[in-house]
């Protein structure tokens, strides 16, 4: 993988948010909003602020939650996602409002009242960015792409010449060169 620093390009190619959207966002975010910069220079994220901010624009656009919401989820958000964790592809967060909480759970533990984000969909995504084409190694079967192959023909190997096999002329320009040595 390159070592490319992510920019805000890179938050608004994971979000699917215009600059303004993503502004709005990232200055409604208390981890975000607190960033000292200077000025003209771009700021750095990590892939794990494409974590976050890829899960918190979901939960604005896709499930309908306001942004003060958002951004009042997304300290929780971003430690539930930084810790360490099973690997599991039915793992989801579990957003409960009263007390407002975030969880990470697995598909079998008994889940009580409030929003199940799955987790899968927004791994795959994060992942297929950062990797192009290797992140789908995790997540199922991917094509191997050895393309048509003739089958039932066959093919037979050239001999190989020996190393100490020399053809006339070799020998001529060796002799030539111990001549004028």
Do not use: H
């Amino acid at each position: 993988m390159s070592s490319r620093s992510l920019t805000i390009s890179d938050l608004l190619a994971i979000s699917g948010y215009t600059r303004d959207q993503m502004r709005g966002l990232l200055d409604a975010m208390p981890a975000y909003a607190s960033r000292n910069t200077q000025v003209r220079v771009a700021k750095q994220y990590t892939a794990q602020d494409l974590l976050v901010v890829r899960a918190c624009s979901q939960l604005e656009s896709r499930y309908g939650l306001q942004r003060g919401m958002v951004a009042g989820f997304s300290d929780a958000v971003r430690s539930v996602l930084s810790g360490p964790r099973p690997v599991s592809a039915t793992a989801r967060l579990l957003l409960s409002f009263e007390p407002p909480e975030v969880r990470y759970v697995e598909a079998t533990e008994s889940v009580g009242e409030g929003l199940l984000v799955p987790l899968a969909p927004i791994f795959q995504a994060v992942d297929e960015y950062l990797l192009p084409g290797r992140a789908q190694l995790n997540w199922g079967q991917r094509e191997l792409g050895f393309g048509p192959q003739a089958i039932g023909s066959a093919t037979v190997a050239a001999e190989p010449v020996p190393a100490t096999a020399q053809t006339p002329a070799t020998v001529g320009n060796v002799e030539q060169s111990r001549r004028t040595l």
